[in-house]
């Protein structure tokens, strides 16, 4: 949080104190987030929070599941996907999911911030966007910015559970915006696909080099730039891919602190996902913890619109320092 949003907080509780301050400062938290479930944010992390997840949903073998384990476990669904050869179709959620939870967030005398997955990954955003003009329409005033993240995952979760936190706070929507856009920079994300399979089939990486980089075990180490998501490196075999996360995490780290000499990575924050995968992920957990001594680490599952196109077996490692 910026120097200039903690004054500002500061300078609200004071004047509530002193009963000069007006119902709209006085930390009622007047703005709802929404978000959707390609954050695979666990829901133990938004407890007591005003935050809504809209699910995608996914259609494998004629049948259409809704994500965040509404209709299916991730589980059960990597069950199935591990034996069928077919590509799971994800889809956005529709302008009438955005509405009704729009509607009932402003009836409550709320202003809305919806943050979701990249508009470069998915349509969702456009969906948010019908909605929202539907409603501003309807009640001649604009109460709902829709924020692209730029970000999949945690990364995308990250930045919900931070404008929840700061709405929690009371910061007007114009604030948190302003708070986010600062925020996203300090995000980091790795994920490592364990196969290739449904990244080829998926259209992420070209067949042909897709089956050339599967037969030398080449493990791409994938992260997220300018919405999309682009290689960071090529590792050779699944063991290297993992330590070179760890490395590549120490680097981010070590850059970061030379210009935050206030910080260590004792205020790191750590989100580890897998796509049933979970030997892995608390191997990882357990080398990170003995790497960093991390604030906090999160386990998530990686739910079944961003494990459909990763694949079974693969790890994400999301992270910034708090």
Known sequence: MSAKTRNKLQKDKDQQVNGSNNSNNNFKNI??????????????????LDLTVIPLSVTFNDNTYLDNG????????????????????ASQPTPGSFLQVYDQKIKEGKEI???????????????????????????????ITIFDSELVHMACGFLALKAANLAKLGLEREKIILELKEFRKKIFSFFIPKSLDN???????????GTFASALEIKPILTLKDGEVSLYKNTRKWEIAKREIIDSMQNIIDN???????????????SIGDVAND????????????KFNPKKIIRTNIGIVVGSHLGIGGLSVTFYID
């Open 31 to 48: 703005v709802s987030i929404i978000t959707d479930s390609t954050t695979d944010l666990p829901k133990e992390s938004y407890k007591g």
């Open 70 to 89: 509404i209709d299916i476990s991730p589980q059960k669904f990597y069950e199935m996907m591990s034996h069928s050869t077919e590509m799971p179709r």
């Open 113 to 143: 911030i919806s943050i979701h997955i990249s508009r470069k990954l998915s349509g969702t955003l456009n969906s948010a966007e019908l909605a929202a003009n539907q409603i501003e329409k309807s009640v001649n005033k604009k109460l």
């Open 199 to 209: 990244l080829i089939k998926g259209g992420r990486i070209n067949k042909i080099k």
């Open 256 to 270: 970061y602190l030379k210009t935050n000499k206030d910080k260590s990575s004792n205020d790191l924050i750590v």
């Open 279 to 290: 030997q892995d992920a608390v191997e990882f957990e357990d080398k990170i913890k003995e």
